[in-house]
């Protein structure tokens, strides 16, 4: 029942629209989930909250962690649903880190939010970015699973949309071959 409603949102708010994009991971496609578009409205993302932390119950969390930007408002929601405390990495030279005085107490349990997973480079990044300040990551939640489930980090992942999309190197590319157009619409640079 979740992800048919999550997948009934994300109709709703035009959020998968068709073309070519260059993913954040690097990567082309011929589909983007833009989650901002769902991001935008409280009532859904707090819907969508709800769906996904009902996958960790049993859990104890503390913090939930996300990158910026994409990661934020939905990590935001999914501590509240969670009681959790909420954070947000954010590169700095290309690499993700925790600034602004956030601080993970050693042992903490700590989920790390995102948005989209394509790759998974950027829940990678966030998971390095929390070892050095001890903190116990139990899991990953995204709202959309590019993957369709075959991506592994290794810790549970509760997703609110698992479906295998593909992409490409872009040497490999069909739609580049085809001499499309391309739009970048992440944000990694930021």
């Known amino acids: 029942m979740g992800q048919e409603r999550i997948q009934q949102i994300f109709e709703e708010c035009e959020a998968l629209v068709h073309g070519h994009f260059l993913y954040t991971s690097g990567r082309h496609g011929d589909a983007y989930m833009q989650c901002a578009k769902v991001q935008q409205h409280p009532n ?12 960790f119950d049993g859990f ?3 913090i939930v962690i996300a990158p910026a930007v994409g990661g934020i408002v939905f990590g935001y929601e999914l501590a509240r649903q969670l009681n959790a405390k909420s954070i947000f990495a954010e590169r700095v030279d290309g690499k993700m880190e925790l600034r602004r005085n956030f601080e993970i107490p050693k042992g903490a349990k700590v989920v790390v939010a995102e948005d989209v997973v394509t790759t998974g480079g950027s829940v990678r990044e966030v998971i390095d970015a929390v ?11 995204v709202i959309a699973d590019r993957t369709g489930g075959k991506i592994d ?15 490409y190197t ?21």
Do not use: T, W, Y
């Open 131 to 141: 070892a050095p300040h001890g903190g116990n990551i139990v899991g990953v939640a």
């Open 153 to 167: 980090f290794g810790i549970p992942l509760v997703s609110g949309i698992s479906r295998e999309m593909a992409s």
């Open 170 to 190: 872009p040497d490999e590319c069909p739609l580049c071959k085809e001499g499309l157009p391309i739009v970048k619409p992440g944000s990694r640079k930021i």
């Open 60 to 62: 104890q969390v503390d």
């Open 44 to 55: 859904h993302m707090e819907e969508i909250a709800k769906i996904i932390a009902k996958g």
